[in-house]
């Protein structure tokens, strides 16, 4: 099971940082991921890391957001700086092919 916090509202060029708290299974062997979908629109892969730490970014985000994990506390985060409007969206956290946590709403204004 994948639990998402920490989504809100800011002002454009702010931050915020989104978490994924995962319970059950080899959450250390677990390659996860960021993904988001506006309305209207397909949901897309944000941020992805391997088990072993390895990062890859949509150009979209790339500079602006980094991914992380802390396999002790099982979860894995969303660091999001100088946001955009163009970056809200519900975010979803995913074990790579795997299950879905059940999104938490980001709203940027302008």
């Known amino acids: 099971q994948l639990v998402e916090s920490g989504g809100g509202l800011v002002q454009a060029g702010g931050s915020l940082r989104v978490s994924c708290a995962a319970s059950?299974?080899?959450?250390?062997?677990?390659?996860m991921g960021w993904y988001r979908q506006a309305p209207g629109k397909q949901r897309d892969l944000v941020a992805a890391?391997?088990?072993?730490?390895?990062?890859n970014y949509a150009d979209s985000v790339k500079g602006r957001f980094t991914i992380s994990r802390d396999n002790a506390k099982k979860t894995v985060y969303l660091q999001m700086n100088s946001l955009k409007p163009e970056d809200t969206a519900v975010y979803y956290c995913?074990?790579?092919?795997?299950?879905w946590g059940q999104g938490t709403q980001v709203t940027v204004s302008s």
């Open positions: 995913r074990v790579i092919g795997g299950s």
């Open positions: 059950g299974g080899i959450f250390s062997h677990l390659a």
């Open positions: 890391i391997t088990s072993s730490g390895i990062t």
